[in-house]
């Protein structure tokens, strides 16, 4: 941060610490707080100079805009100007590389500390230990923890709590976090709601409901008041195994208690209704949803769209997928396959053909996930719209093959019956080269509409089936 910036502040003589961050507290912009900051330390004619509140503050917000460069240097400073750096200023830069998936600046940072003078505590280690489980980082944080023990520290429920997190990670360690749980009690560390809520999710995770409900039930039992989590949890595990009707006990038992459902309890909870064929009761879900004021999200949109075009609701679906752009939400191109698909499956081939078009024109272009669905579903679209409706049908293959996308063989095939039916006997054997060319090679039905109408069968019929021999079609 540059003393050699002018002053951008009148100060008054007597400049102190409090003045400073009331200003730096007002100041949104990161660059202008900068300035406020080292426009106060330029005043040394009054004697001024940042203590650890300032400092401190201004680390917070550095990391706060991810200038964790910035960061590391301010608290450098403050070791030049023998200015004390705490735990919590040290923990705060690495909480910062945490949230912005960097474990290993987390790390570094925290192993930085004796640089400072700065001794961490249990606190410091069950941060650092905490954002190593959830960047997955678990032999790292196993080993981390063994050295936690090593040096001497006791174990806590806190510590325990990450530790049973990072056993629940993994199907073949649950079992461990479990033993884990059970020993509390005697190292003088009674489960907390958080120890609950963390197992009953990794044991629902793995499909194991009938154990996360006895532990929920014990969990009730010694007044440990299950949160939003623990019962999205049972809920997500219910539907998993196809139990929705006691995972809407389980939405009625949270309401009834004041615990009000999230947008992840909705729709696991729809979901579990779409897969057990029961979309328009998801969709009564989503309306008592809405009118609780949870907004849906993403999840929420394609679990109600794939349900609704599995059960050929297909208007419900478009109507669903109007009121997600309405709500700001861009559909990918998976949703919009969905829809097309569900279009096909009942025949309604023009109307895919315009939710094709309509994907195309709005820039919605499918992903290396979902390019394979939508080369099958526009080739589907294609050979759908051959029936009735030819030209668009030729249109939309002009559109397949300027987008790169292949022409599976029956496609090409009902194209040429198509323009043969026509009578475009040129535009159909144009069409074979094209396709040839592309390395698509037509099957014997083809070649047989083909060459049955080019020859005229009446004069040259029996050359024509000599001709199909020597090509063993």
Request: aromatic share 8%.
């Amino acid at each position: 941060m540059g003393s050699s910036k002018e002053k951008m502040f009148k100060w008054s003589k007597d400049i102190t610490s409090s003045q400073v961050i009331k200003l730096m507290r007002a100041e949104k912009d990161v660059e202008k707080l900068i300035a406020v900051f080292d426009s106060a330390t330029l005043e040394y004619a009054n004697g001024f100079l940042h203590d650890q509140s300032s400092f401190s503050y201004m680390v917070s917000r550095l990391v706060s805009a991810n200038k964790f460069k910035a960061a590391e240097d301010l608290v450098a400073r403050m070791k030049s100007e023998n200015c004390a750096v705490s735990e919590d200023v040290l923990l705060s830069i690495c909480r910062g590389y945490g949230r912005v998936h960097r474990p290993f600046d987390s790390l570094r940072v925290f192993h930085k500390m004796k640089d400072f003078d700065c001794h961490p505590t249990h606190k410091g280690y069950v941060t650092v230990l905490a954002i190593l489980v959830e960047e997955n980082q678990l032999k790292l944080a196993f080993k981390f923890y063994k050295n936690m023990r090593e040096i001497g520290l006791p174990p806590t429920v806190a510590s325990l709590n990450v530790l049973i997190k990072a056993l629940c990670r993994n199907e073949k360690t649950v079992d461990a976090g479990v033993k884990i749980f059970l020993e509390m009690p005697k190292r003088g560390c009674d489960p907390d709601s958080y120890t609950y809520g963390t197992l009953i999710s990794g044991l629902c995770r793995f499909g194991r409901v009938d154990e996360a409900k006895k532990l929920f039930e014990e969990m009730v039992e010694k007044d440990c008041s299950p949160t939003v989590v623990t019962y999205t949890s049972m809920i997500h595990g219910l539907c998993g195994s196809k139990n929705v009707e006691e995972a809407m006990r389980f939405l009625e038992e949270m309401k009834s208690k004041g615990i009000e459902p999230n947008v992840f309890t909705y729709s696991s909870l729809m979901d579990g209704l779409c897969k057990d064929g029961r979309p328009l009761q998801a969709m009564e879900l989503f309306e008592m949803m809405m009118a609780r004021g949870c907004r849906p999200n993403m999840v929420t949109y394609s679990t109600l769209i794939t349900g609704l075009c599995k059960e050929q609701k297909i208007q419900e679906a478009v109507e669903l997928l109007d009121r997600m752009n309405l709500q700001g939400l861009k559909p990918d191109a998976g949703l919009y396959g969905k829809v097309i698909s569900g279009f096909c499956a009942v025949s309604k081939f023009r109307e895919a053909a315009n939710f094709l078009d309509e994907m195309i024109l709005g820039g919605i272009t499918p992903n290396r996930l979902t390019w394979n669905i939508h080369v099958k579903t526009s080739n589907e679209v294609v050979r759908g719209l051959c029936t009735s409706y030819p030209t668009r049908a030729f249109t939309l293959y002009l559109s397949m093959r300027s987008r790169g996308i292949s022409v599976e063989v029956e496609t090409l095939d009902s194209l040429v019956k198509c323009l043969c039916k026509k009578g475009e006997f040129q535009k159909a054997v144009q069409l074979v080269n094209e396709i040839v060319a592309d390395g698509c090679i037509p099957n014997k039905g083809t070649w047989k509409v083909l060459i049955g109408h080019i020859l005229d069968k009446t004069i040259v019929g029996e050359a024509s089936e000599s001709l199909l021999r020597d090509l063993e079609i």
